[in-house]
Structures are given as structure tokens and as C-alpha cells.
């Protein structure tokens, strides 16, 4: 009678892969659960309007508590200026990457023009996510005054990575954020403008960054 073999010890590459998959597998639920609950939460506020809609009811329509929701999101408004604020980092990465012999309005126009075009492309959910998201920012005054801070953060970040561009100091040379400024003006009437004329869609708002950029030029150019 042989005494029976220990037990192999499973290779410590195999124990940390399969600890990564589930750390990957438990992300991606959570990604999706996130998702799930801004996608309600656009739907319902589009549907009935943002002050009229409940945490209750978004949580219903995902069927998870509201203690999940919390997890995610602090307010209902922290998931319409989260979803905004995802579209504005990626439209100041798409900046990063402009090239450096861009005129620093030019790179602003194109980082936003290739943002929009991207949102336009990437599907017919992501399309209408952002959709209810310009039809949510536009129809409801209460967000105004969260928007507006998120605004300013997105000028001083945009400011920054202007004046990086073109070698100078953000405090000491105004430049950078009055250039940013005008953008950002330019960018509010353009969207402004979809908005009056219910044109939510982002293939639709990178066409009118275009017409208004060339007004914004001939504008500056003529009566400035």
C-alpha cells in the first residue's frame, strides 16, 4: 500500500490569472449596471421630465436597490453631469493628440468635431444616450447651476492644455482662457441653435460646429 501523493499546488501564474478574470468579469458588471442606470435615468427624464422622475423609479427600471444606485451616483444630477462630463473628457483627449502646428481655436474646433463624429458612429445606443442627454441639458433649468460649475472645470482644463500647446504660463498670460472662453461661447449658440430647432443627434451638432466656427472667424475678423 503506497501512501497517497499530496496534492499538486496549482502554479502561482495560474491562481493570479484567474483572480484577474474575475476582478475583469466583476468590472464589467459593474460597468454595465452603471450604464443600465444612466440609460433609465436619460430615458425617464426625457420622458417625464427631470424633476418629476424618482430615484425610485430609475432603480425599478434597472430592478437593483437603491443603495446600488448610491454606489454609483451621489444625486440624480450627478448622473446627467457624469454622462456630460465622460463627452468632455473625451473631447479634450481628442485636443491632446491635435497636431502642434494647429492654431489653438482650429484644434479646439476639430478635438470637438471628432468627439461628435465618434459618439455619431459608435451605435444607435450611445447615439440616443446622447441625444436624451442634450434634450435633458436643454429642457431643465435646475441643472443650470450644475452645469455651469462643470463648465467652468472643463475651461480650466481646456485653458491648460491651450497654453501647454503653445508654450506659455496659464496665470500669468490670460490668452489661453480667453481663447477658451470664445470657444466655448461659440460652442453654446451652436448647440443652442440645435436645440431651437430639436436636432439632438451628434452628427447633426459636429455639422453646426462647422457653420458656426466659419460665423465665429468672419465675425471676429469683420467686427472686432
Known amino acids: 500500500m503506497t501512501a497517497a501523493e499530496p496534492p499538486t499546488a496549482a502554479p ?3 491562481v493570479a490569472s484567474a483572480d484577474r478574470a474575475r476582478d475583469g468579469l466583476r468590472e464589467h458588471k459593474k460597468q454595465r449596471t452603471r450604464q443600465a442606470l444612466i440609460d433609465a435615468a436619460l430615458e425617464l427624464f ?6 418629476e422622475t424618482t430615484i425610485d423609479e430609475i432603480v425599478a427600471a434597472v430592478e437593483v436597490s437603491q443603495r446600488t444606485f448610491f454606489r454609483y451616483f451621489a444625486t440624480k444630477e450627478d448622473v446627467v453631469i457624469g454622462v456630460f462630463a465622460a463627452y468632455d473628457r473625451a ?3 481628442e485636443l491632446r ?7 489653438p481655436f482650429a484644434a479646439m474646433a476639430e478635438a470637438l468635431r471628432v468627439a461628435l463624429r465618434s459618439v455619431a458612429a ?9 441625444r436624451r442627454l442634450r434634450q435633458v441639458i436643454e ?4 441643472l443650470g447651476a450644475a452645469h455651469l460649475a462643470h463648465h ?23 490668452r489661453p482662457r480667453l481663447l477658451v472662453a470664445i ?18 443627434d451628434a452628427a447633426t451638432m459636429a455639422a453646426q460646429i462647422d457653420s458656426i466656427v466659419d460665423a465665429a472667424r468672419r465675425t471676429v475678423r469683420d467686427w472686432v
Open 183 to 200: 470657444f466655448i461661447g461659440v460652442v453654446r449658440v451652436a448647440f443652442k441653435h440645435c436645440a431651437e430647432h430639436e436636432a439632438w
Open 91 to 93: 473631447m479634450l483627449e
Open 139 to 142: 429642457t431643465t433649468p435646475a
Open 152 to 174: 467652468t472645470a472643463i475651461e480650466r482644463a481646456l485653458a491648460a492644455e491651450i497654453a501647454r500647446r503653445q508654450g506659455v504660463d496659464p496665470e500669468a498670460d490670460l
Open 122 to 130: 459608435s451605435g444607435p445606443a450611445e447615439s440616443a444616450r446622447f
Open 97 to 103: 493628440e491635435r497636431p502642434a502646428d494647429e492654431t
Open 12 to 14: 502561482a501564474g495560474g
Open 46 to 51: 426625457v420622458a417625464q421630465g427631470y424633476e
